[in-house]
C-alpha cells in the first residue's frame, strides 16, 4: 500500500483520532461483514514499520490473520479469487490518501514486520540552493540556508553497521534501539529534464521523441531536480530515529553542529534535545525487502529475539 500520511496521526491505530490503520481496519471490518467488537476475529493488521504522524508511504506491506469463509464472503457477484475481490473493494472504500498496490495469501512463516530483512526510507529537503515547488510542500522538507552535502555524508557514514541510537531514537517499552544501518547516503538529486535535447547534425536543438524543435521552455526539469534526499535502509528503524538522524545531519550541514558532536552522540546514546527528530513532511517509507519463502519463519524468530551489542 501507499498513503500520504499528512492527515494521519500515524500508523498504529488510536481511539477518536484518525490513523492509517484505523481506516483500513475499518473498511475491513464493513467489507468482511465482522463487527468491530468480534474477540474471535479482530481483523488486526500488522505492518512491517510504524510511521509515525505527518510521515508517507509509498510501499508499506501488513498482513491480517483472517478465516477462509470470511475472507470469501468479500467475492459476491463478482466471480474472482477472494484475495482479488477483497482488493477491488478496499479501492473502492478507501479514502483518496490511501492506495492498495496488491492483495495476496501470505506464505507460511510471513510476518510483515518480523520477517522483513530491511526497510528503505528517504528523506526529501529543499534547501536554499534550489526552486521550492509548492506542489511538493506536503512531501519536501524546505529550509533556509544551503546543505554542505559531504559533511552530511561523513556524519552519516558513522551510523553504518550495528550501533545502538539511543541518542536519536526512543525504545519501544522492553525493547532497544540497537539497530544495524546497512547504508546512510545524502545527495543532491541532479537537475534532470523531462524532454531530453538532442541535436539533428545542423545545429538545431530538438527533442528526442517528438522531433520538433523544442525552446527552452519546454526543458522542464522534473520533479525532485534539486532537492537533498537522505537515504537509509537498516533491518529495522527504532521509534523518531530516522527522523532524528536526518535532523542531526542537517545541523552538520548548516553549520549549526560539528561531527565530533556526532561521533560523541554515536559513542555515547544518551537522549537529549538537540538530537530530537526533525519535521515529518519530508520522510517516506519506500520499500520493505523479505527473505525467500522458505526462510520467512526462521527470521521472524530471530528478530523477534531482543539484540545486544557484542
Same mark, same amino acid.
Given at each position: 500500500m501507499a498513503y500520504d500520511g499528512g492527515r494521519f496521526h500515524g500508523w498504529a491505530k488510536q481511539p477518536g483520532i484518525r490513523t492509517v490503520q484505523g !481506516?483500513?481496519?475499518s473498511a475491513l471490518h464493513r467489507i468482511l461483514g465482522v463487527p468491530d467488537s468480534d474477540a474471535d476475529e479482530p481483523l488486526r493488521l500488522v505492518v512491517a514499520g510504524r510511521t509515525d504522524t505527518g510521515v508517507h508511504a509509498s510501499h508499506q506491506i501488513c498482513h491480517l490473520?483472517?478465516?477462509? &469463509?470470511?475472507?470469501? *464472503? *468479500?467475492?459476491?457477484?463478482?466471480?474472482?479469487? /477472494?484475495?482479488e475481490a477483497l482488493l477491488r473493494r478496499l479501492r473502492h472504500c478507501l479514502p483518496d490518501d490511501i492506495a492498495i498496490h496488491a492483495v495476496s495469501e501470505?506464505? &507460511?512463516?510471513?510476518?510483515? @514486520? =518480523?520477517s522483513a530483512l530491511e526497510?528503505?526510507?528517504? =528523506?526529501?529537503?529543499?534547501?536554499?540552493?534550489? &526552486?521550492?515547488?509548492?506542489?511538493?510542500r506536503g512531501f519536501v522538507l524546505a529550509i533556509d540556508g544551503v546543505l554542505d552535502v559531504d559533511a552530511m555524508n561523513q556524519a552519516a557514514a558513522m551510523t553504518v553497521g550495528l550501533h545502538d541510537f539511543g541518542s =536519536? /531514537?526512543? $525504545?519501544?517499552?522492553?525493547?532497544?534501539?540497537?539497530?544495524?544501518? +546497512?547504508? /546512510?547516503? %545524502?545527495?543532491?538529486?541532479?537537475?534532470?529534464?523531462?524532454?531530453? !535535447?538532442?541535436?539533428?547534425?545542423?545545429?538545431n536543438t530538438q527533442g528526442s521523441k517528438s522531433g520538433q524543435t523544442l525552446g527552452r521552455h519546454y526543458l522542464t526539469p522534473t520533479l525532485e531536480s534539486g532537492l537533498v534526499c537522505f537515504t537509509i535502509v537498516a533491518d529495522a528503524f527504532a521509534h523518531n530515529m530516522v527522523r532524528s538522524l536526518a535532523g542531526a545531519c542537517v545541523k552538520?550541514?548548516?553549520? +549549526?553542529?560539528?561531527?565530533? %558532536?556526532?561521533? !560523541? +552522540?554515536?559513542?555515547?546514546?544518551? @537522549?537529549?534535545?538537540?538530537?530530537?527528530?526533525?519535521?515529518?513532511?519530508?520522510?517516506?517509507?519506500?520499500?520493505? /525487502?523479505? $527473505?525467500?519463502?522458505? !526462510?520467512?519463519?526462521?527470521r521472524a524468530e530471530r528478530i523477534r529475539a531482543k539484540r545486544t551489542l557484542p
Open positions: !481506516e483500513i481496519e490473520d483472517v478465516r477462509h &469463509e470470511t475472507l470469501s *464472503c *468479500c467475492i459476491g457477484h463478482m466471480g474472482v479469487p /477472494a484475495t501470505a506464505p &507460511e512463516g510471513f510476518d510483515a @514486520r =518480523f526497510r528503505t526510507y528517504v =528523506f526529501r529537503i529543499a534547501d536554499g540552493s534550489c &526552486e521550492l515547488d509548492p506542489r511538493l =536519536f /531514537a526512543t $525504545p519501544n517499552p522492553g525493547g532497544t534501539t540497537i539497530r544495524e544501518v +546497512k547504508m /546512510a547516503l %545524502w545527495s543532491r538529486v541532479g537537475s534532470r529534464p523531462l524532454i531530453e !535535447e538532442r541535436s539533428d547534425g545542423m545545429g552538520i550541514g548548516l553549520g +549549526k553542529g560539528t561531527l565530533e %558532536w556526532f561521533a !560523541e +552522540k554515536m559513542a555515547h546514546p544518551v @537522549r537529549e534535545g538537540a538530537t530530537g527528530p526533525i519535521a515529518p513532511q519530508g520522510l517516506t517509507l519506500e520499500d520493505v /525487502a523479505y $527473505p525467500p519463502e522458505h !526462510e520467512l519463519g526462521s
